[in-house]
DNA sequence: CTGAAAGCGCTTACAG
DNA sequence: CTGAAAGCGCTTACAG
């Protein structure tokens, strides 16, 4: 039966020593170094670690209003997008002696807005923010508070405040031109149906490799998956597109999570990647290396962008500034895509 | 130039309404319902409304001692297992107010003390903790102080302390007695060399099995890799192996990453599984349904470990006591250990 | 029904 | 070199 010690506090060491709890104050935060004497300071230094004097942090950021927290927000912690990214966060907040909270909107307006409110309770210190679809406002509305905040992997265009993002119409305007090159011209697009600026800047990016490459664009083969429910409206749209009279020889799938639903109703099918259709798909799967068909895909820079997104937020806290940072998406080429 | 505006107090909203701040406390916390004139509450909170109060949490942690807080800290915030065991523990959390601190560990000794104080000097009113090699004295201090954790994942025998794991030697064993159903006699294990008790739990499983079935254990088959640099290590003990004059017909990799690892290898050297060789391994490995050959393996009830540690971890902060929670794996049979 | 007052554990401008 | 004092923004036992 562990019994809960009263923790150590200032005015216990100031008692003990025989001094103010201002000097003790002093001392342990290396305050006012040359204005103490070397023995008064020795002797606190001693009974605090005798005592075992941990400072509370609560209590210092009352004062100081300051928590030294970082809020971290993102669709879904467990996603390995996000996941990576949080880990990136985390060293690079840690490395300034900012500890990290966080939480997953699950793409939802409402808890998006409830964890921002949770969060600036908590006062931290700023936010970095995956925004979920239709965050608009609560962003607009964040700009207008204390707060410093910076976000990370989507933005609003219109918006002017800081962002790190990854250049997501060049990088997907890549992937289209390389499937061209690899002599596809019946390029198809799996997208999602949505209002977020990222996604459809892959989509922009995949229109403009057609165009400029003289290809016409056939609605056809650009189909538009519901997010609420992505998994039945992938396997019909990769079979909609089989069953086209000319049907593409090629596909971009333009996320990872339609990629990995896509390609595992094209296996079920029986259909030969890329001998009957080139795939390039969009971030890193785990152990991909292992996949009966190793994909071709667009590599994001995950620990620049966590680790700018983090130093940028904390040069905000000092002094503010918007900061705006497009990173380059870089092919990754294997299988999927080259026919022999 | 967004300009920092200055939180509204209750201070200021007592002011605006012309009562005392105590008053408007126990209305915002909805206290002593009874007790007060309806008026006075409805004008408060519509006030409260109108100047965008918003508590600070920090003074209320202050005065009531609690943060409202729980610390996580796992061996790698982006290992797949530990972000969805998060996510687990983030929504059980969330459900009952709590917010989550979480920090990796990167199963560094001193790391994971720093991470221990610097959570207990922020006042977080719990921990849970995938306590890091040889940290059982760190866990022991925790002991003694006031604050309550669990551990999840790995846990040390003689302290008793609450935790939540898996069954490891269960669950290990039923993955060899599979091999062995299967027909195959001469089975290798390839594991770590480690003091982690869950980790030797499944080698004991191995054991277990083998001598049940009367099958001699043989030195060879069994590889404990160094767990600082593992990639060359398990490379050789998977070609050391393989070139044994009496070569093993199953393999039984501990850990999700040696068999990754290790099946990298294999394919590489284009050894045929599991004809040539069948193969169980631990953990679910993203979109594992595109592999090659699709794993048999362990599954683990991430779900219910990360509730359960939640759920323990808020029930010893109200009132202390210890649980210790054993969870049974699943051994989840694909085409890796099936010949036909 | 309502309020004055103390206090949580720090930091820091000010005075000596 | 050192300390008394105010105050950060809350909560709550107590008094009326």
Redesign the pocket.
């Known amino acids: 039966m562990s019994l809960r010690k009263k ?1 150590v ?3 216990d060491i100031a008692q003990q020593v025989g ?5 003790v ?2 001392v ?2 290396n ?2 170094e ?4 070397k023995e ?1 300071a020795k002797k606190i230094r001693s009974t605090a670690k005798k005592m075992n004097y941990r ?2 942090q609560i ?2 950021s ?3 209003n300051k928590t030294a927290t970082l809020g971290l927000i993102v669709a879904d912690i467990s996603n390995p997008f996000f996941s990576q990214l949080a880990r990136f966060i985390e060293d690079q907040a840690a490395a300034a002696n900012y500890t990290v909270i966080f939480a997953s909107s699950d793409e939802n307006e409402q808890k998006s807005q409830n964890l921002i409110n949770v969060f600036l309770d908590r006062q931290v210190d700023g936010l970095i923010i995956a925004p979920a679809e239709n965050t608009k406002p609560q962003i607009r509305a964040l700009q207008r508070s204390a707060t410093p905040f910076v976000l990370v992997d989507r933005y609003f265009p219109d918006l002017k405040c800081s962002y790190v993002a990854l250049d997501n119409f060049q990088a997907a305007r890549e992937a289209v031109r390389h499937l061209i090159r690899e002599g596809n011209r019946r390029i198809g697009l799996i997208t999602f149906k949505t209002s977020f600026f990222h996604i459809n800047e892959r989509r922009n990016g995949y229109l403009s490799a057609l165009r400029e490459a003289g290809i016409p664009i056939n609605k056809k083969w650009i189909r538009e998956i519901n997010m609420a429910d992505p998994a039945p409206g992938i396997k019909k749209a990769v079979a909609d597109m089989l069953a086209l009279p000319t049907r593409p020889e090629a596909l971009f799938f333009s996320t990872n999570m339609l990629y990995i639903q896509g390609m595992i109703y094209l296996r079920q099918q029986g259909i030969k990647v890329p001998d009957e259709i080139a795939i390039v798909s969009f971030d890193e799967t785990e152990a991909s290396e292992l996949f009966d068909v190793p994909p071709t895909y667009i590599r994001q820079p995950i620990r620049e962008m966590g680790q700018q997104a983090t130093r940028i937020l904390i040069e905000n806290i000092e002094r503010r500034h918007t900061r705006q940072v497009h990173l380059p998406g870089e092919l990754i080429i294997n299988t999927s895509s080259i026919r022999r």
Chains 1, 2 share one sequence.
Do not use: H, M, P
């Open positions: 923790k506090s200032l005015k001094v103010s709890t201002a000097l104050s002093y342990l935060n305050k006012r040359d204005r103490i004497s008064v400072t509370n209590a210092r009352l004062k100081t």
